[in-house]
């Protein structure tokens, strides 16, 4: 666990003990392999930063898009809650010579963020997560200059998103496929676009736009790689399994990540939004 001084929205405590716990040591263990599954959306993303730009990165996780937004030549910093992820995220940076990055461990719906400081807000993927994302849009809003510029990276409908239908699918048995909450946390809490627009508008944003972005999830090399990632990723869901159904459902999974199986690697179809706005200049 990081430093218990971190100011957490009540709302986020769950989410904190999880990304601050296990999920996080999760991703550090797998680090590369979430990298490169997500490496297509990056350049969709970093392209809204310039030279110069100081560049604040929201759920920047273990620092893959704060370290390509550095390497664009601006001045970034990464905030997150996990601990063990910053940590890898400080060392990679290290290990990589990039200068002007540093990370932050905090909570971004109530982060004392310095005020009107930041020329963009970005996230891959890490923003669909706070209990109440109109208030931790705002507070990111404040840490923007008069006319700041978002960009995030939200997942569409899980229906649209490949990689997590074929494999729950594999993993489900007998049971359907459960729909993620509307609303609530998920990584799926912001693929609706009037949500997004509401949500964002609300929080001080104006010139709201979305654009769809589909790019391959490549999750290894061979059959082998992809199946041990996915199935420790997705396989706590058969938890409740007796060894019977777990050995059918693993065998049903490995032979559709093997159908997957390409030149370019294990690639799985994903649809995201890049969503983009302003920040009013009468905020």
């Known amino acids: 666990m990081g430093d218990k001084a971190v100011e957490i929205d009540p709302g986020n405590a769950a989410q904190r003990a999880d990304w601050d716990g296990p999920?996080?040591?999760?991703?550090?263990?797998?680090?590369?392999?979430?990298?490169?599954?997500?490496?297509?959306?990056?350049?969709?993303?970093?392209?809204?930063v310039g030279a110069g730009d100081a560049v604040l990165d929201i759920g920047c996780g273990t620092g893959a898009t704060t370290r390509a937004a550095a390497r664009r030549g601006a001045?970034?910093?990464?905030v997150d809650l996990s601990a063990s992820?910053?940590?890898?995220?400080?060392?990679?940076?290290?290990?990589?010579?990039?200068?002007?990055?540093?990370?932050?461990?905090?909570?971004?719906?109530?982060?004392?963020?310095?005020?009107?400081?930041?020329?963009v807000a970005i996230s891959r993927h890490g923003s669909m997560f706070f209990a109440d994302p109109v208030a931790a849009f705002a507070n990111i809003a404040s840490a923007l200059k008069p006319g700041g510029r978002l960009a995030l990276i939200t997942w569409q409908a899980q229906k649209r998103n490949e990689?997590?239908?074929?494999?729950?699918?594999?993993?489900?048995?007998?049971?359907?496929?459960?729909e993620p909450p509307a609303h609530a946390p998920s990584p799926f809490s912001l693929s609706d676009p009037e949500r997004v627009r509401e949500v964002v508008g609300a929080a001080g944003f104006e010139d709201v736009a979305l654009r769809e972005v589909r790019?391959?999830?490549?999750?290894?090399?061979?059959?082998?790689?992809?199946?041990e990632?996915?199935?420790?990723?997705f396989g706590p869901v058969t938890a409740d399994y007796d060894e019977e159904l777990k050995a059918?459902?693993?065998?049903?999974?490995?032979?559709?990540?093997?159908?997957?199986?390409t030149d370019g690697g294990v690639l799985y179809g994903s649809a995201a939004w890049l969503v983009t706005a302003r920040r009013g200049r009468g905020r």
Do not use: K, N
């Open 215 to 227: 790019e391959p999830m490549c999750f290894g090399d061979t059959v082998d790689e992809a199946y």
């Open 23 to 48: 999920m996080g040591e999760f991703w550090v263990r797998w680090a590369a392999q979430l990298d490169r599954a997500s490496a297509g959306y990056l350049p969709h993303l970093v392209v809204e």
């Open 248 to 261: 059918r459902v693993f065998a049903a999974l490995r032979a559709d990540v093997a159908a997957h199986l």
């Open 163 to 178: 990689f997590r239908t074929a494999v729950h699918a594999a993993l489900a048995g007998w049971r359907p496929i459960a």
């Open 229 to 233: 990632y996915l199935s420790a990723h």
């Open 75 to 78: 001045r970034a910093t990464g």
């Open 85 to 119: 992820m910053l940590d890898l995220a400080r060392r990679s940076a290290a290990e990589e010579t990039v200068d002007d990055v540093e990370f932050v461990q905090g909570d971004a719906q109530v982060h004392p963020f310095p005020p009107a400081a930041y020329d």
